[in-house]
């Protein structure tokens, strides 16, 4: 799947590739997590509200500099 073809996807189908897809990193705010997942040669971030776990929004995007924030995060198996 391209990024183009995640974006054309209704919100529902896009939230079952996130949930099927692998789960890079999570980092967390002072109201926020952030869980970072890898789909094919893109990624998206979930945004949820701590209270609640509530769902807040989901961003698709392949620019590497948006990933800075989840580097030290990211476990790499050798």
Same mark, same amino acid.
């Given at each position: 799947?391209?990024?183009?073809?995640?974006? @054309? &996807?209704?919100? +529902? $189908?896009?939230?079952?590739?996130?949930? =099927?897809?692998? @789960? &890079?990193?999570? +980092? $967390?705010?002072?109201?926020?997590?952030? =869980?970072?997942?890898q789909?094919?040669?893109?990624?998206?971030?979930?945004?949820?509200?701590?209270?609640?776990?509530?769902?807040?929004?989901?961003?698709?995007?392949?620019?590497?500099?948006?990933?800075?924030?989840y580097?030290?995060?990211?476990?790499?198996?050798?």
């Open positions: 799947m391209t990024l183009f073809q995640f974006r @054309l &996807l209704d919100e +529902i $189908e896009q939230i079952e590739a996130v949930w =099927d897809s692998p @789960l &890079l990193a999570t +980092i $967390e705010d002072d109201d926020f997590i952030y =869980d970072l997942h789909i094919h040669s893109f990624y998206a971030e979930v945004k949820y509200r701590k209270a609640g776990r509530m769902f807040n929004r989901m961003k698709a995007f392949k620019k590497r500099d948006l990933l800075k924030p580097l030290d995060k990211i476990k790499i198996d050798l």
